[in-house]
């Protein structure tokens, strides 16, 4: 009788540690799907109307100094901080301007620093980063 009841014991043991087991998984579970895990976008996002309007966000972007809208191209003047950041991210902002710019406009955009064409964004050749001379070599024919 004893045996007996020892192996009943140690499976009713067994039984409740698999329980409790399961109840921790499960209660694991239900507060990481039921959590708001959902975090800002650190992306910058224009006030209400902005998006639009390329005249307006380049007056919100701290990158550009200065831009020219009265001709045909948009003529878009950088600070070091646009001229610093990832290539990857200078073309989705010239990207971004050309798309706002051209819906209105037949023209493409051109990104200067310090007077210097940088970039530009056609409708024909897309975007364009200006290449820059070897270090070795020398613009002066000689």
């Not at 959590?35 to 910058?44: V, W």
């Not at 390329?54 to 009265?70: C, G, I, N, P």
Request: charge should be neutral; charged fraction near 20%.
């Amino acid at each position: 009788m004893k045996k007996r009841a020892r192996r009943l014991f140690s499976s009713m043991t067994l039984v409740r540690r698999a329980l409790c087991a399961f109840a921790l998984c499960l209660a694991l579970f239900a507060y990481g799907c039921g959590s708001d895990s959902y975090q800002a976008s650190s992306t910058a996002t224009y006030p209400t109307g902005i998006s639009e309007d390329v005249e307006q966000q380049l007056k919100y972007d701290a990158r550009v100094d200065s831009f020219d809208a009265s001709g045909d191209n948009l003529v878009v003047n950088v600070n070091d901080g646009w001229l610093n950041s990832p290539p990857g991210m200078q073309e989705r902002s010239v990207g971004q301007w050309y798309s706002s710019w051209h819906v209105n406009h037949g023209g493409g955009v051109e990104v200067q620093h310090d007077g210097n064409k940088v970039a530009t964004w056609t409708s024909d050749k897309g975007y364009r980063p200006e290449t820059k001379p070897r270090s070795g070599e020398s613009s002066a024919e000689g």
